[in-house]
């Protein structure tokens, strides 16, 4: 079968950045990676990850490019088929690309399709947009007003050792 994604450039421009592609259920991320780094222009040399996601778009478990882990147990994108974590009841990724500049695409599985015969696999299907010089800054936001949250705003005196009633305060 071949799988139809959708890759989604996140940036902070009108313009939509996106690519079509089509590549085999039974190829690996590490194939994926290629072909959308080919797509959007970039060299490929950069390190990357894939993050699995959910509905919302919440970054789950990570595969990567290479093991950078201390003790070799990184799960890792030439060993991982994309039939083995996208599927019709998982269908969202996370792909970044160069930790430095924090390319960030959303990949999308849209279709599952027969492998046309004739065809070559990967396959750049559709470009929309132009991809910016520099990735947009990502923002990480907390709170900015003191008085919105403070988790350590209780009025017990933690000097106060005698008075501290462990049941009574433990949370």
Request: glycine share 4%; aromatic share 14%; charged share 35%.
């Amino acid at each position: 079968m071949i799988y139809r994604f959708r890759v989604i450039l996140d940036n902070d421009t009108e313009e939509d950045i996106f690519r079509d592609l089509e590549i085999r259920e039974t190829d690996t991320l590490e194939d994926l990676h290629n072909i959308i780094t080919q797509s959007f222009g970039f060299d490929g040399t950069e390190m990357a990850s894939f993050y699995l996601s959910n509905d919302q778009w919440d970054q789950g478990e990570e595969i990567s490019l290479f093991d950078l882990s201390d003790d070799g147990s990184a799960r890792l994108m030439n060993e991982t088929s994309l039939d083995s974590v996208v599927h019709e009841a998982q269908t969202k990724l996370i792909y970044v690309y160069d930790f430095l500049s924090m390319w960030t695409f959303f990949v999308e599985l849209a279709e599952i399709v027969e492998e046309t015969e004739g065809h070559d696999y990967p396959n750049l299907m559709f470009v929309k947009g132009q991809v910016p010089d520099e990735a947009h800054e990502k923002s990480f936001e907390t709170y900015s007003d003191e008085d919105e949250f403070n988790e350590f705003e209780d009025e017990i005196d933690v000097d106060d050792y005698d008075n501290l009633d462990f049941d009574e305060n433990w949370n």
